[in-house]
């Protein structure tokens, strides 16, 4: 049983740049939610896909996007990047939506400079 | 606004000292409560569920309790492999599989 990968691990970006974020989710996983965890704090709801429709989001702008795949991987997208954007992204998955224990990945350090 | 806190923010025990974790939330119905370890650099790994008042759980040397407005993380005879930080999370009732609303964890070092 695969676990949720995330790529690219470590990332550096400049203030004003996009970029993509990807996450494999765990086999037979079809809900997949992102997280953004600052240092020293606990991870915030970003939004969640199920079955490639986005399916609740958090209080981020849009300028943070995502999208799901048919075989349930996923990308987050953050344009227009700032300074207060730097912080670990995590994707978790689960099999399906509810109060189940996601299996989160070991995420994205995402420093922007 | 579903709110949850967790105390002490750090905490330093000897091998082998028991102590007790503490999350204490505001939510509007809760559907579930969960804790998580997070390693260092590491994403965070499920450890329990707790769905109603008086359930526990129990893991290795953890064991985990819920009331109506909190829950602890006892953690019995810990040894240094037991250093990490544990979030505590919470998924309200009408908020169906949206999303957990975490705490900003405890950092719990056990120095042998």
């Known amino acids: 049983e695969t676990g949720v990968t995330q790529s690219p691990t470590h990332l550096i970006k400049t203030r004003g740049q996009q970029v993509t974020l990807r996450c494999s989710s765990q086999s037979g996983h079809n809900t997949v939610s992102w997280y953004q965890q600052a240092l020293g704090q606990g991870p915030q709801f970003i939004f969640q896909?199920?079955?490639?429709?986005?399916?609740g989001r958090g209080n981020f702008p849009p300028r943070f996007s995502g999208l799901q795949f048919p075989n349930y991987s996923s990308e987050l997208n953050v344009n227009a990047l700032e300074l207060d954007d730097s912080a670990l992204y995590l994707c978790?998955?689960?099999?399906?939506?509810?109060?189940?224990?996601?299996?989160f990945g070991s995420g994205t350090r995402l420093t922007v400079v | 606004e579903d709110q949850v806190t967790q105390s002490p923010e750090a905490l330093r025990l000897q091998e082998g000292e028991s102590s007790s974790l503490n999350c204490s939330y505001t939510v509007s119905g809760l559907r579930g409560l969960f804790w998580y370890r997070q390693d260092p650099g590491k994403g965070p790994e499920f450890l329990f569920t707790l769905y109603s008042a008086g359930e526990e759980k129990e893991k290795e040397r953890l064991k985990a309790t819920l009331t109506k407005k909190e829950s602890f993380l006892h953690i019995t005879a810990p040894k240094p492999e037991d250093s990490a930080t544990y979030l505590c999370?919470?998924?309200?009732?009408?908020?169906?599989?949206?999303?957990?609303?975490f705490g900003p964890g405890t950092r719990l070092s056990v120095l042998p």
């Open positions: 896909y199920y079955r490639e429709e986005e399916n």
């Open positions: 999370a919470v998924q309200a009732a009408d908020n169906y599989g949206q999303n957990f609303v």
């Open positions: 978790a998955s689960s099999p399906k939506t509810g109060n189940y224990g996601y299996t």
